[in-house]
C-alpha cells in the first residue's frame, strides 16, 4: 500500500480558478487572427508581382493601388464616388427595407393579409432582378430612379420573408401567456411578438445588405455619372487596372462594414440570447 | 390554528352545470363545483380527462360550451388581474430581464417605480431578489419556475390556478416548490387550484381532491390534516391509496364515450 501525503486535499474550486488557465491560442489572438489570410494574399501577391510571376499589365500591385487610393483621396474623387454609392446604397435600404418590413410585419400579424398577397410576393421575388434591368430602363430612364429601384427591390425580399417568418414562428405559448396576463395588442406586439421576431429579421438584414452592394455595382454601370461602379466602368476605358481593382476592394471593405454595424447591432439587441452574447 | 383571516384576498369559485365540447367531443359534462375562498383544491385524473380544460376555462382562456362559471360573481375573461394562471412550462419572456418578466402579471400603466417595487416584493417572496437583473436563459428550471410564480404572485390574484407547475421540475426542486407554494399561500390566502398528475403532490398540498374522469367528478376526498403535513405520514399514505383506486377505478359510474350515463351528481 502506498502512503497518502498528509498534506493532500482535493483541489478546490477555489483553487482552480487562481490557477493561471491558458486560454487557448486562437482565443488570445482573436483581434488580428480573421486578417490573417487577407493579409498573406496581399504580401504573396505583392511578392509575387516584383518577381514576375503576375503581370502587372493583368493585375496591378498592391502597393501601386494603395498609391492611386491615395491620390484619388487627395483629389478627394474617391470620396465624391463612395459618398455617392453610399448614399444610393442607404437610400435604396431605407425604402424597400421598411417596405419589406411593412409588409413582412402585416402578413405576419394577418392571415387576410399573408392570403391576398404572399403568394403575388413570392411569384415576383424568383424574378432575377437583374432580369427587370431592360424593363427599369425603360420606365425609369437611365436616371438616379432606376438605381434607387433596383436597390430597393433587391432588399425587400429578404427582409420581408425574414420579417414574415420570424413574425409566425413567435412561440405561441408567450402569446397565450400575454394573453392570460392581460397584455394589450400593443404591448403584445411590442412586448412579445416583434423581440421574438427580432434574430430572424437581423437574418434577413445582413442578407439584405450583401445583395445591396451586389445589385449596386451593377446599378453603377448604368450610365451613371458618379460612384464606384462609375469609377471602376471609367477606368476600365482607360485600361486603369488599378482603378478598377481598387473600386473592387473598396466593395469588399463596404460589405465588412456593413456587416460589422449589424453584428454590432445585433449583440445589443440580442443580448439575451445566449447565442449571440460574447464570449 | 390561527384562521383569522383565510377569506380576506380568496375568491369564491362557483361553476354551474358547466359543459366544454370540442368538435362534438365532450370534454367536460355538466360540471357543477363550488370552490370556496381561501381553499387549495386539487384535480387529478387520468390524461385526457379535463383538467386542463377546466382550468382553462377558470382562468379565462376558454369559454365554456354552456354553464356559468363564476369568480367572486363575475365571469372569468382573459387578463383578469384577479385571477392568474401559472402554466407547467415557465414561458418566460426570454428577452426581458427577470425583473421585467415579473412586471408582467402587474397591470399596465402606472408610477414606474411602484411596478418596480411591487415586482421587487414579489421576487423576495420567492426567494429570487438577487436575480432581479439576470435574464431567463442565466437561470435553472426550478428558478424560472420561481419566476413565473412570481409573475403570477405580483398583481396579488384572489384564485390562482396552477396547470401542472412543478411536473417538468426534478423530484428534489419539486418539493422545495411544494413548500414555496404552501408558504405564499399562507402568506397571500388567495384560492389555489392545481391540476396535477402527481397524487402525492395533491394530497401534501390541497384541503380537498377531485377525481375528475370523463369530464365529471368521480370521487372527492377532503383532506382534513393540518399543515406543515409530515411526508410519509400514513393517514396521507391511505388518502394517497384511496385517490389512486378512485382514478384506476374500471367501471367507474361513467365509462360512455358518447355522453349519458347521468349516475354521480
Redesign the interface.
Known amino acids: 500500500m502506498t502512503a497518502v501525503d498528509p498534506a493532500f486535499r482535493f483541489p478546490t474550486r477555489q483553487d482552480r480558478k487562481s490557477l493561471p488557465v491558458a486560454r487557448p491560442w486562437h482565443l488570445r489572438h482573436a483581434a488580428w487572427l480573421p486578417f490573417l489570410v487577407p493579409g498573406l494574399i496581399l504580401v504573396l501577391w505583392e511578392i509575387g508581382s516584383h518577381v514576375g510571376l503576375i503581370s502587372t499589365q493583368i493585375l496591378p500591385r498592391p502597393s501601386a493601388v494603395l498609391v492611386k487610393a491615395w491620390d484619388l483621396a487627395l483629389t478627394g474623387e474617391l470620396f465624391l464616388h463612395l459618398g455617392v454609392s453610399t448614399l444610393r446604397a442607404l437610400g435604396g435600404l431605407a425604402i424597400g427595407g421598411t417596405l419589406g418590413f411593412a409588409l413582412g410585419l402585416a402578413n405576419g400579424l394577418s392571415a387576410r393579409s399573408a392570403l391576398l398577397t404572399d403568394t403575388s410576393v413570392q411569384m415576383v421575388r424568383n424574378i432575377p432582378i437583374l432580369a427587370l434591368i431592360p424593363l427599369v430602363i425603360i420606365w425609369f430612364g437611365v436616371g438616379e430612379t432606376a438605381r434607387l429601384f433596383l436597390v430597393s427591390i433587391s432588399v425587400f425580399f429578404p427582409i420581408y420573408i425574414n420579417t414574415f417568418h420570424g413574425v409566425r414562428n413567435v412561440d405561441p405559448q408567450l402569446i397565450e401567456m400575454g394573453r392570460a396576463y392581460g397584455m394589450s395588442r400593443r404591448s403584445l406586439f411590442g412586448k412579445v411578438i416583434f423581440p421574438g421576431a427580432l434574430p430572424s429579421i437581423f437574418v434577413g438584414l445582413r442578407y439584405a445588405l450583401g445583395l445591396m452592394w451586389f445589385v449596386l455595382v451593377v446599378a453603377e454601370t448604368l450610365a451613371a455619372k458618379a460612384g464606384l461602379g462609375y469609377m471602376a466602368m471609367q477606368a476600365r476605358e482607360f485600361m486603369m487596372l488599378d482603378v478598377v481593382v481598387l473600386s473592387i476592394l473598396l466593395y469588399a471593405l463596404l460589405g465588412k462594414l456593413a456587416d460589422v454595424v449589424t453584428r454590432a447591432l445585433e449583440v445589443r439587441a440580442l443580448a439575451w440570447n445566449p447565442a449571440y452574447a460574447r464570449h | 390554528m390561527l384562521d383569522i383571516d383565510q377569506s380576506a384576498l380568496g375568491a369564491d369559485v362557483a361553476l354551474i352545470g358547466v359543459e366544454k365540447r370540442f368538435d362534438g367531443n365532450t370534454v367536460l359534462s355538466r360540471l357543477d363545483l363550488t370552490i370556496r375562498a381561501g381553499e387549495f383544491l386539487s384535480i387529478v385524473g387520468k390524461s385526457g380527462c379535463g383538467k386542463s380544460t377546466l382550468l382553462r376555462l377558470l382562468?379565462?382562456?376558454d369559454q365554456p360550451s354552456s354553464g356559468d362559471i363564476r369568480v367572486d360573481g363575475l365571469t372569468p375573461e382573459?387578463?383578469?388581474?384577479d385571477i392568474?394562471?401559472m402554466?407547467q412550462?415557465p414561458?418566460l419572456?426570454?428577452?426581458?430581464?427577470v425583473i421585467d418578466n415579473v412586471m408582467?402579471?402587474l397591470?399596465?400603466g402606472g408610477p414606474v417605480a411602484e411596478r418596480h417595487a411591487r415586482a421587487e416584493a414579489a421576487l423576495r417572496e420567492v426567494q429570487l431578489a438577487d436575480k432581479a437583473a439576470e435574464?431567463?436563459?442565466n437561470l435553472s428550471g426550478g428558478q424560472r419556475q420561481r419566476v413565473a410564480l412570481a409573475?403570477a404572485l405580483v398583481s396579488r390574484p384572489r384564485l390562482l390556478a396552477f396547470d401542472e407547475p412543478l411536473g417538468a421540475l426534478d423530484a428534489l426542486t419539486r418539493l422545495v416548490m411544494q413548500d414555496l407554494i404552501l408558504q405564499v399561500k399562507r402568506e397571500e390566502a388567495f384560492t389555489a387550484v392545481l391540476v396535477t398528475h402527481d397524487v402525492t403532490e395533491a394530497v401534501a398540498l390541497s384541503d380537498r381532491v377531485i377525481v375528475l374522469d370523463a369530464g365529471r367528478v368521480a370521487r372527492e376526498v377532503v383532506i382534513d390534516i393540518p399543515h406543515p403535513r409530515p411526508r410519509g405520514d400514513a393517514r396521507l399514505a391511505a388518502l394517497e391509496a384511496e385517490i389512486l383506486g378512485a382514478i384506476f377505478a374500471e367501471g367507474g359510474p361513467v365509462r360512455s364515450a358518447a355522453g349519458g350515463t347521468q349516475l354521480s351528481g
Do not use: I, K, Q, Y
Not at chain 2, 382573459?78 to 388581474?81: N, P, Q, S
Not at chain 2, 419572456?93 to 430581464?97: E, S, V
Open positions: 382562468s379565462g382562456l382573459d387578463g383578469r388581474e392568474r394562471l402554466f412550462e414561458r419572456l426570454p428577452w426581458a430581464r408582467v402579471g397591470p399596465e435574464w431567463p436563459a409573475r
